[in-house]
């Protein structure tokens, strides 16, 4: 019997300071992106587990330069020249290489250019190439920080992270919009939100959350839907009202946004993102909103249930011009557009404790105050229709004793294409999926 | 327009720490969950959002105490007093308290107890209310602490966390246990593990983590299958052997041990748990592997290409005996027995550069590498009759060339049952899914 050798923790991962290490000879590995003839010499650059490095041949490199192409992947010995003019202070003049393997084809489009020249449709059918673009690799590098930055704020307040069914026996917003499959000859369904379960666990942990996968089958094909995606839920007891949630929600971006400066300076450079101010966001009621833009806009009220996207937009622009804010709370949405666990505005049940998070005139969040009583829940459900039996075991945990709670569902992929100001959702998805599109 | 308070982020989450306030009046929160009547006082165990606190009611307080019971919820001010023979040092004199909630219904078994007294069938038929058992949330507290471990791990070492698509045109492992469902007239399936996607990103990030659900059709109705499960999963790219990804295994695991020590030392003290030593975990041969056992135990070998559970739990056995070590890494899996990614021994066709980590008699991890050379894998694809036009998304990868590389998935709910000594994986996970049961 042998044994394995054992990895400690780094410290928190950093890129390399290879600045420091001009004269030393170092070890690197990468696939080659890119490949600058010039006169005499050449510039390669390498893609590493960190970044783009540029790194010279020349007569001195003890290989061919034909021995590289795009693509192929290379283990290099180089030296670490200071150099001012290069960006970071150095170059690497690769001394010798070893070509860990190639590819098999010429690739349908550059990779290694600043951006690709393809078409929308390319992007996504080669999307394991073109991810390796610097600039679409950035994307995913920040939502990753996103993440990282969601779940250090909430564990620091709290959460505890929960694992949730995503097949279950009836879906959270029911509709047609749910996915259906066998069961071991039973009907099941994908999960639409881990609403029941995020609200059965604050029973037991008062705080969780989840980021993890959601289902709709809607029919839209516009660019702000997807058929799956990451949903970051979180789940609160014990609050006095709906507002503790937004100021959860304001808390956690503010921190997110502090996190991503700090994490992924080169990233937020590369793709020019202009992080938004979070401090005091502005809320109004919905019945406000629809009438400020009626009246700012000279439109026609012509839902008044509901926003209209167009109206979405306009309400941010207004309230940016007004506030100088990038974000809107909208609150107090009509019941009759909420689900049956929709607390009600004391008073008026026409409305909602409830609320959206828009920013940069789109709808990242939808969150709320949930019915904690049991007989107040029933009762609901009674009004609607909706078949008690079904919801059994959801109803287990008002029977047995709840407190008052609420939370809120952001959607990962819809938040990171607003910061980085992309205009399609599935620009910020590493593999979409649309009606049109199960593959990749 | 309103403006929302603004939560900002705590130190990281620590229970409060009443011992010094001893003398104050705190406020404090949480669900009732026994209630001990002495005479003329009475034990108030009060469920918190960090354990359990132990609360006493006496005829000064300001309530009566019929005003409570079981699974109430309640806010509540108390003054802390010190009290050398109570756990942590402190007793909490409730002196007033608001009831937020009460239960609906008798419960249908004691919470508060220290083991809930029921079924295995009603602890999961009444999920929702089981969880809220000291003993079995602190099960499920452990589970996010190994999560938030393992995540801080991998980030250091340069990990990339990534979101892949749990809606798939072909399953990783192939077979009949996959789910299957209608995407808009079109076949999907659901994934059995990120293993295409997770490779796929390797070719953009080098190095990259998932942890995330996956889904098996399987009518194993055993203590170690779930039909839906926690798979965490890594890959890395610039490898020069699988060892490299053990190692790596090691290290995450160890890590995390010690992470379970310092951030939830009252939840392992309450379980008893034992935590393994991880350091040095001895590698065997599968073909060895399998002789050991049969000539220890004088069995015959029955399946040469697989391990019977009981074989397993022998090897273990054997394993620990004479080294003590309660993990052991088995090597060198039969090529029939693995996935047509899997690459092969150098000389040795019918033998992979693979691995599985078996922990206390059970397996926990299957990883390897997996082969990178576009030629190779169309190859082998066609040895085993796979329609190679069916993964052309996935070969594409290959075709545009990728470094060595490998990685694991490592099942969650197993991994804190082995850690915890339940015997039942089902016992670690939140809402099992198993051939029977889709609710709670």
Redesign the interface.
Known sequence: ?????????????KKTDYKSMAGQIVKL???VTKIRKMRGFAFVLLR???GVEQCLWDEESNFLLETLCE???I?ADALVVAEPRAKGGYEMHLIKVTV??????E?PFQVGNKEINTSFENMF?????S??NERE?AV??I??CL??AF???L????F??????????EGAEGGANI??????G?Q?Y?AQSPQF?KQ??V?????VYEI??V?R?E?HDTSRHL??Y?GVDFEM??IQSF?EI???E???I??AMEMLKKSVPDELELLKVCIPKV??????RFQDAKELVAEKYKRKIADKEDFEPEEERLLCEL?QE??GCEFV?VTHYPSAKRPFYAMETPGNPTETQSFDLLFRGLEVTTGGQRI????AQVEKMERRNINKESF???L?????????HGGLGLG?ERFTARLLGRENVRQAT??P?D?HR???
């Not at 019997?1 to 928190?12: G, P, T």
């Not at 059918?125 to 190439?129: G, I, N, Q, T, V």
């Not at 564990?155 to 709290?158: A, D, M, P, S, T």
């Open positions: 019997m042998e044994q394995v050798h054992f990895v400690k923790a780094a410290d928190y991962c590995h990468g696939a590493t587990v960190d693509e192929a992947c283990a860990l393997s190639k590819p098999a084809a690739l059918d080669y999307r394991p190439l991810l390796r690799r995913f590098r939502q990753s993440c990282r779940r250090s704020f564990e620091q307040q709290g505890t992270e929960i694992h949730t069914p995503k097949l279950v026996s996915f259906k499959l066998d069961y071991f039973r099941a994908l379960y059965m666990m029973g037991v942990f008062e705080r993890g996968p289902f089958a029919k058929n799956e990451t007891g014990y507002e937004m100021a959860m304001t808390g956690m503010a921190y401090l005091d966001i502005p809320t109004v309230i007004q506030t709370f904690h009583d049991y007989t059994e075991s959801y287990m945990m008002h029977k047995y004793g709840m407190p008052p990962l590493l593999f999926r009606i199960l593959t990749p």
